[in-house]
């Protein structure tokens, strides 16, 4: 297959061709070449690594060196998905000239291909600053995690009428703002078909139903790697916590019963050398 790296203009391509996108998350260079390999449009290098990798209880805390360090290993292992980094809480909430200098050195150091901010209305001049300098902005609506503080847990969004329609307003000023594409998170399923309906960008749902244009899960949701939180949203296609215990506990057995290492982990010297060496150490 001649596989060309994945650009925006390729994911706007499948949602006027109605081909629904593909986006995993990401958090390493093995993790990436895996993802890849898989053929997934995009890979989404997510704060959520402040709970799936570091074991925080929250992504509020997960700062810009912490982000940068991870897309920077990411990037050594995509060559194809398109990369988008997430901005963490604060790198974009204080002014909107840290926001483009946060935004760019996720582009100029992270070596992702855009980046990704969460909040609707109240981050529209931001979105259109950060655009204007060059940096393609993905949005993220819905249950938007840096401010689950303020919603008061990971609750699903918009489920009355009223903050329904505020989720559309946000998507179509999102849209306006110039954004690329806009993550629905935590969503009914009707709000986010009617969000995916009116924009002419594509949607990426996670929790959002069947009719957004693409689908993004957590890396380590899908592979059964995470335990604390399973959302029910989640498909999960493997349970990897057991038989991952089970090849430690079978490494730990071995090297118990010194089954481990035998000779083919081990290196051999030549008959010469051996003799000098046990020579030497007579000495
Ligand atoms: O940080 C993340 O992984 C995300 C996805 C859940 C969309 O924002």
Redesign the pocket.
């Known amino acids: 297959m001649n596989r060309k790296k994945t650009t925006i203009l390729d994911l706007q391509a499948k949602k006027t061709r109605k081909e629904p996108i593909s986006m995993l ?1 990401a958090y390493d260079y093995t993790g990436a070449v895996l993802v890849d390999a898989a053929g997934i449009d995009s890979i ?1 290098i ?3 690594l402040g709970m799936v990798v570091m074991g925080l209880e929250s ?1 509020v805390p997960v700062t810009m060196d912490e982000m940068l360090h991870h897309c920077r290993a990411v990037a050594r292992g995509a060559k194809y998905a398109h990369l988008v980094g ?1 901005l963490p809480f604060l790198s974009y909430q204080v002014s909107e000239s840290e926001a483009i200098r946060n935004a760019g050195l996720m582009l100029k150091e992270g070596n992702v291909d855009s980046v ?1 901010l969460e909040g609707g209305q109240e981050v529209i001049t931001t979105v259109r600053a950060i655009v204007a300098a060059g940096i393609p902005v993905m949005g ?1 609506i819905g249950l938007t ?1 840096q401010s689950v503080s303020k919603l008061g847990g990971y609750k699903t969004q918009g489920r009355t009428a009223i903050a329904a329609r505020r989720l559309v307003d946000d998507a179509l000023a999102l849209e306006a703002a110039g954004c690329y594409a806009i ?1 629905l ?1 935590a969503v009914p399923a009707p709000v986010a078909e009617a969000i995916t309906e009116r924009l002419n960008i594509p949607t990426i749902g ?1 929790g959002a139903g069947p009719h957004c244009d693409g689908q ?1 899960l ?1 890396y380590h949701d899908i592979l059964g790697l995470y335990d604390k939180v399973q959302p029910r949203f989640v498909k999960q296609y493997l349970q990897l916590q057991q038989p991952i215990t089970e090849a430690f506990e079978s490494f730990r057995d071995d090297v118990a019963a010194r089954k481990f290492p035998t000779e083919e982990h081990s290196f051999a010297m030549n008959s010469d050398e051996l003799e000098l060496f046990k020579k030497s150490l007579k000495g």
Do not use: A, M, N, Q
């Open positions: 998350t989404l997510g704060d959520s992504t997430d990704k993220h995690p993550v998170e996670i993004v957590v």
